[in-house]
Structure formats: structure tokens, C-alpha cells
């Protein structure tokens, strides 16, 4: 089960439908005039950013969904029996919300996200 809340609110999506994360890495480059190899300094990569696809089973619920996204918060993502991490993000980007092309019933919202510190 996947629980998205704000620290007030939670809502449950009934599946996670769509998750793609990326970290970017932060090492840094520095090409030396007169030397073939550079200098190089290491650093740990930043933290997730990405899209999540939510699926829920009315438009009322897509919608409150919605609604608790367009709040400017941190909101803690927890997904029991799935591999994707718990994680607090904030939102990053477009949030999407549309009827389910294939089922004409179900409801679909995408968010944006990037991971922040708990």
C-alpha cells in the first residue's frame, strides 16, 4: 500500500503506477593546461529527482490528490512491498492529472518530484 502525506493530510493512491528517478552525479572535472589527465574531485551523488504516476480509482480521489500536491510542503512517500524507498520530496515540476485512456475509468496523476532531506 503507498501513502503520500503532507504531514496533515494522506492520501492513497490505489497503485503506483509509473516511478522514474534519477541522481545526478556531482564530480567535478578540471581538465590541467599541459596534462593529459585531470584532476578530478569526487563527491556523493545529489538525490532523486523524477516523475511518479499514480492511479486512483475515482476522480474525486485524483483530484484530492491533486489538491494536496498544489500545497507548497514536503510530503513523505512510503510504498510497503514495492522497492522504492520511502523518501521526502517536494514538488519539481508539472503535476498532470487525466482519465485512464485505456480503462475510461480509472484516473491517473503524474507529479513531479525532487527528494529533499526528512
Excluded: C, K, N
Excluded at 523518501?87 to 491517473?108: H, K, N, S
Amino acid at each position: 500500500m503507498t501513502t503520500i502525506s503532507d504531514g496533515t493530510t494522506t492520501i492513497t493512491p490505489e497503485l503506483v503506477v509509473g516511478y522514474e528517478a534519477t541522481r545526478d552525479a556531482r564530480t567535478v572535472v578540471h581538465q590541467v593546461i599541459g596534462r593529459a589527465d585531470p584532476d578530478v574531485s569526487l563527491a556523493a551523488d545529489g538525490l532523486r529527482t523524477g516523475s511518479l504516476e499514480l492511479l486512483f480509482l475515482t476522480e474525486a480521489a485524483a483530484s484530492a490528490g491533486l489538491a494536496l500536491h498544489t500545497h507548497p510542503a514536503r510530503f513523505t512517500l512510503t510504498e510497503a512491498g514495492m522497492t522504492i524507498p520511502t523518501m521526502t520530496y517536494v514538488r519539481y515540476g508539472a503535476l498532470r492529472i487525466r482519465l485512464d485512456p485505456q480503462t475510461q475509468e480509472l484516473w491517473l496523476l503524474s507529479v513531479g518530484f525532487r527528494e529533499v532531506a526528512a
